[in-house]
């Protein structure tokens, strides 16, 4: 994957959190909520794609 590629897709997704942050009316606590996992969910798919984290399909939950 292009560093072009990985800008893009992170440009995307901050403007879709902004976009429902801005005119999806919510309750702020589900706003931090929804902010943390999906920054969360950002940072495990960055360290995943450059190597640092391995591969995430051996790890079963429940």
Do not use: E
């Not at 800008?7 to 009316?25: A, E, K, M, R, S």
């Not at 706003?31 to 051996?58: C, D, E, H, P, Y």
């Amino acid at each position: 994957m292009s560093l072009i590629s990985l800008v893009v897709i992170l440009i995307v997704v901050g403007v879709l959190l902004w976009l429902v942050n801005t005119y999806i009316p919510m309750d702020p606590k589900i706003k931090n909520i929804l902010n943390a996992v999906v920054v969360i969910a950002v940072v495990i798919w960055l360290l995943q794609v450059f190597g640092v984290l391995g591969s995430l399909s051996g790890i079963r939950v429940g």
